[in-house]
C-alpha cells in the first residue's frame, strides 16, 4: 500500500489573471515501504521507471499504484507522465484515460491500475525543442 505525503507549495495566482487558480503544487507520493515514487507538478503526475524492468509485457502498459493515483486526481492532477529512464521516451496519458480504458491488477507490488501502452502519447525527450528548429528524426 501506497501513501502520499502532503509536501505542497501553496499555488499563487497568475498576474493578472483575476481570481483564476494556478495549481503549483509539488508534492512527493511514496511507495508503502518509503521510497518516493511519483510527484505532482502543476496538474501532472510525474514518475520515473525502466522499461524493461518496469513496464507490462501482457499486456504491454505502464501501470501505477492505484493510491497514488487516486491521491494525485484528488490533488489536482489530470495527467500522468511517465519518463523511461533507460530510452528517455516520456509517455503521456490523461488521468481520464485510466478510468475510461485502465485495468486493475496485483502483481505482488500491490493494487495498481495499468494502461495500455496505445492509450499514451509517446515523445523522444528534446524531441519537442528540435521540432521547433525543423528537425525531424534527426535531421533537418
Known sequence: MATAI???RPA??????GTT???DARQTYYSADGKPVA????RTLKKKARASSHMLRRPPAWAIDLQILEAARR???TQVEVLDVETRRIYRASIDAFALHGFKLNRGH???IG????HWK???RGAAQLALFGVRDGRP
Open 12 to 17: 499563487v495566482p497568475a498576474a493578472g489573471q
Open 39 to 42: 510527484r505532482l507538478c502543476g
Open 115 to 118: 494502461l495500455a501502452l496505445s
Open 122 to 124: 509517446v515523445e523522444a
Open 6 to 8: 502532503n509536501k505542497t
Open 75 to 77: 490533488d489536482g492532477a
Open 21 to 23: 487558480r494556478v495549481v
Open 110 to 112: 500491490g493494487d495498481q
